[in-house]
C-alpha cells in the first residue's frame, strides 16, 4: 500500500542533544514538508522540498535541519539550537503540479518531548 | 508571500444543522489550490475537499462544499447535516502549483453538539 510514515510515534531526548525524526514515502511524490504543531495551534512550516537535494526554509527554521538525498525520504534534526523542541511533527508529501491529485498526504506525526 | 488566515479559532453547531467556516488567503500567484482539512482528536490530517482555482465551480463533496470566490480571496467550507463525527479541528489550506509551499491556516476547532 503507498503511504507516508514517520518514525517513532513517540520520543523522547533530554536536553541540548540532536534529534533526527524519520519520514518515508512511496506515493512517488516531488515535494516534502514538515509542520511542528503546538496544542490548540495550527501547522507552522518548517522546512520543505521540491526535488531531490534541493530543499527551501518554511517560516520557523531556525534550530532545524534536513536533507533530501532521496526521493522517498526527508529527516528533519532537531537541534540543541532551538530553544522549545517539545512539540508534535508532521511530514507530508504531495505533488502540487499533478493537476489530478495536488492534495498532501500526512504521516502519523511525532510527538517530540525533550526533557 | 502566500498567507492563509482562519478568524473562527471554535465554532459550535448543532447535529443536523448547516455550518460555515471562513477562510482567506492572499496571494499574487495565479496557479494554486486549496484544501480543507479535518484533524480528529487522534490527529490524523484528513483532506476533506479541494479547490482549483482555475475553477469557478465550487467544490462539493457529499455533505461539503465550498464557496471561492477568488477576486476577494475567499474560501468558506460549508457543511450540512452535522453529524458528531465532525467534531474536530478544521484546517483551511494553500499550496503554491510553482513554488509547492504548503501553508496552513491557524485551525478552527468545530464541536457537533448532540
Known amino acids: 500500500d503507498g503511504g507516508i510514515t514517520q518514525s517513532p510515534k513517540y520520543l523522547f531526548r533530554k536536553e541540548g542533544q540532536n534529534v533526527t525524526l524519520s519520514c518515508e514515502q512511496n506515493?512517488?511524490?516531488?515535494?516534502m514538508y514538515w509542520y511542528r504543531q503546538d496544542p490548540g495551534q495550527g501547522l507552522r512550516l518548517i522546512y520543505y522540498?521540491?526535488?531531490?537535494?534541493?530543499?527551501q526554509k518554511g517560516d520557523i527554521a531556525e534550530g532545524y535541519s534536513v536533507s533530501r538525498e532521496k526521493k522517498e525520504s526527508f529527516p528533519l534534526t532537531v537541534t540543541s539550537a532551538q530553544k522549545n523542541p517539545t512539540a508534535f511533527y508532521l511530514c507530508a508529501s504531495s505533488s502540487p503540479r499533478d493537476r489530478d491529485n495536488p492534495e498532501a498526504f500526512f504521516g502519523q506525526g511525532t510527538r517530540l518531548t525533550v526533557v | 508571500a502566500q498567507t492563509v488566515t482562519q478568524s473562527q479559532p471554535e465554532m459550535s453547531v448543532q447535529e443536523a444543522e448547516t455550518v460555515t467556516l471562513s477562510c482567506t488567503y492572499d496571494?499574487?500567484?495565479?496557479?494554486?489550490?486549496l484544501f480543507w482539512y479535518k484533524q480528529p482528536p487522534s490527529r490524523q490530517m484528513i483532506l476533506v475537499i479541494r479547490?482549483?482555482?482555475?475553477?469557478?465551480q465550487n467544490a462539493t463533496e457529499n455533505r461539503f462544499s465550498v464557496n471561492f470566490q477568488k477576486a476577494a480571496k475567499s474560501f468558506s467550507l460549508k457543511i450540512s447535516d452535522s453529524q458528531l463525527g465532525d467534531t474536530a479541528m478544521y484546517f483551511c489550506a494553500f499550496v503554491s502549483s510553482n513554488t509547492g509551499k504548503l501553508i496552513f491556516g491557524q485551525g478552527t476547532t468545530l464541536q457537533v453538539k448532540p
Open positions: 522540498s521540491q526535488i531531490v537535494n534541493d530543499f
Open positions: 496571494t499574487s500567484e495565479n496557479n494554486y489550490y
Open positions: 506515493l512517488n511524490h516531488d515535494a
Open positions: 479547490q482549483e482555482a482555475y475553477k469557478q
